[in-house]
């Protein structure tokens, strides 16, 4: 489904990304883990073309493109089949819940307003948000508006959704809805490629754990080997400083 190879990114005469080699099979899910400033944010943004990276190539349903050298048009298909979740919700504040959904589809993919909405009110519904369709984003919990963040993505028929720190700007008890929005996403057999400090989601959920640190891919494992087994003493000091007990 996706492979990115030899990715590097750099700011500011500091590469932040070294070579990284990264895949995701249809219909897994992979959890990125790591402490802050490894990387991990840099390289889905650099996976989504939101950065341009400085090498590298990204491979996505047996199509390859050169990271550094894409053009629009490139750019433009692979955000045909990608949705991408922020961290901070990037609702528009003078839209509707329906309104943030069918946006993207009317205005950057020509969808008619019937079916936009049709597809909106769809993917609203899939994340327990069919009540809220004409409340605005002020209206809502955070929670709440992460979810629309992830109905605006489904409404778009990704292949692969890619999350960037979902629940980091979220109190405990409003990050576990959208976890479990995420869990059910997994079951239905979503692509997903998940940066998160979730250690519950990562060890219950992901097929795969890939660990980064200073810009490198330190360990790459099956999700329960990744806890159970660690493989190396990085990944095991890491292990040390996070709950890893907790159960969904």
């Known amino acids: 489904m996706l492979r990115l190879e030899d990715v590097h990114k750099a700011f500011d ?6 070579g990284i080699d990264l895949t995701v099979a249809k219909g897994e899910v992979v959890a990125v883990l790591g402490p802050s400033g490894s990387g991990k944010t840099t390289l889905l943004r650099c996976a989504n073309f939101l950065e341009r990276a400085d090498a590298g190539t990204l491979t996505l349903a047996g199509e390859t493109i050169d990271l550094a050298h894409a053009t629009r048009r490139q750019i433009a298909a692979v955000r045909k089949r990608t949705g991408f979740v922020f961290q901070g919700y990037n609702l528009f504040r003078n839209r509707t819940v329906l309104g943030n959904v069918t946006e993207g589809l009317i205005i950057a993919r020509n969808v008619p307003r019937a079916e936009a909405e049709a597809r909106a009110r769809e993917a609203l519904a899939h994340v327990g948000m069919a009540d809220r369709c004409d409340a605005y ?78 810009g490198s891919v330190v360990a790459d494992t099956p999700a329960r080997d990744f806890f159970e087994h660690p493989a190396n003493d990085r990944v095991r000091a890491f292990l040390r400083t996070v709950d890893v007990t907790m159960r969904d």
């Open 13 to 18: 005469q500091t590469e932040v990304l070294h």
């Open 137 to 214: 984003p002020a209206a809502l919990s955070g929670g709440q508006q992460q979810r629309v963040a992830i109905a605006r993505a489904l409404a778009t028929a990704p292949e692969i959704i890619y999350f960037d720190e979902p629940t980091s700007a979220l109190d405990p008890e409003l990050t576990g809805e959208v976890l479990a929005v995420m869990r059910r996403l997994a079951e239905d057999g979503m692509t997903m490629l998940v940066v998160t400090h979730e250690m519950s989601f990562a060890r219950n959920v992901a097929d795969r754990v890939v660990f980064m640190e200073g």
